[in-house]
């Protein structure tokens, strides 16, 4: 009996190591578990942060589009036409250099220029402003270009052209047909993207002689394409302006989770906070493509417009 009890005891006892023995082996199986989670815990969040950071600057590259601002706009202006001629009594009007000027357009095939009040306001200021100051150029002495000149009273435009001519004539169809005879000026006369005019013809001294002084400016304005939606630009910057505040927050999340004890609570809470921040992130991304695709869209017809194409 007593034999018997010694060895039950002894089985008991040798259970009882082994299983001391396995649950060691447990013990370090789930240590060592744990530690390579989370050693890798930290490669997975480094693997999305890179995916955002990727989208993110994906997002950059498309987030606005080009406009007019970095289009570039047309202006013609070919070298002032001095003609000379004999002083006579012949009385010329803008009216009727515009008459001729549409039947010439009309005689090559060309549809009629619109009588524009900015350009006639703009012409008129050039002619008296040549008078003024005895000069006969597109620059003024002030440094003022044509295309400076038009924009100054308020015309914007896609496309702009200055004819500029000095001397008499016997009436508007004479000076007309001496800017068609001059390729530069006969190309501003005919030009197919024109669609305004405005026109100035005065009367006066220039150097000692009485002559005509003649100014055509020509248009196609900003108005005739029309411009991406404003309200969707801004709602992009919006949009921009959010991601760049959530890649601020990501950035400086990664660092903590870089000097921080993965062993701690801490640092399991801070992977949250960064899972969710990278989340947040990503709706954004998803949320804001589709008005990326509509601006884009809005924007690539506007400098097709532009360009004529």
Not at 27 to 56: C, P, Q
Not at 96 to 112: D, H, V, W, Y
Not at 144 to 159: D, K, N
Request: charged share 20%.
């Amino acid at each position: 009996m007593i034999y018997v009890l010694a060895a039950l005891v002894k089985n008991i006892k040798n259970v009882m190591a082994k299983t001391k023995v396995i649950i060691l082996i447990l013990i370090l199986l789930a240590l060592v578990g744990g530690f390579w989670f989370k050693d890798n815990i930290l490669d997975i969040y480094n693997s999305a942060s890179w995916r955002i950071n990727k989208d993110f600057s994906d997002f950059q590259k498309t987030e606005i589009g080009s406009l007019i601002t970095e289009v570039g706009k047309e202006v013609f202006a070919p070298p002032p036409l001095n003609i000379g001629g004999e002083k006579n009594q012949a009385v010329l009007t803008k009216a009727g250099i515009i008459i001729e000027t549409n039947l010439q357009r009309k005689a090559n095939g060309f549809s009629a220029l619109f009588e524009n009040t900015k350009l006639n306001a703009a012409a008129l200021a050039k002619a008296n402003d040549m008078f003024k100051n005895q000069y006969f150029e597109h620059i003024s002495p002030s440094g003022v270009t044509p295309a400076e000149l038009v924009q100054s009273f308020g015309y914007e435009y896609i496309a702009t052209g200055e004819n500029l001519i000095l001397g008499n004539f016997k009436d508007e169809k004479e000076l007309v047909q001496a800017w068609m005879d001059s390729p530069g000026h006969r190309a501003n006369i005919l030009h197919n993207r024109y669609t305004e005019i405005g026109v100035a013809i005065i009367k006066g001294d220039y150097k000692g002689n009485t002559v005509w002084i003649g100014v055509q400016e020509f248009g196609l304005p900003l108005s005739a394409c029309s411009e991406p939606s404003e309200s969707l630009k801004n709602q992009l910057y919006s949009y921009q302006g959010q991601l760049d505040n959530l890649n601020i927050q990501i950035n400086e999340k990664r660092a903590q989770l870089n000097n921080t004890n993965r062993r701690s609570e801490k640092y399991n809470n801070l992977v949250d906070q960064y899972n969710a921040l990278i989340g947040q992130y990503q709706s954004i991304v998803n949320e804001s493509k589709p008005f990326i695709t509509q601006y884009n869209s809005q924007v690539n017809a506007f400098n097709q417009c532009i360009a004529g194409t």
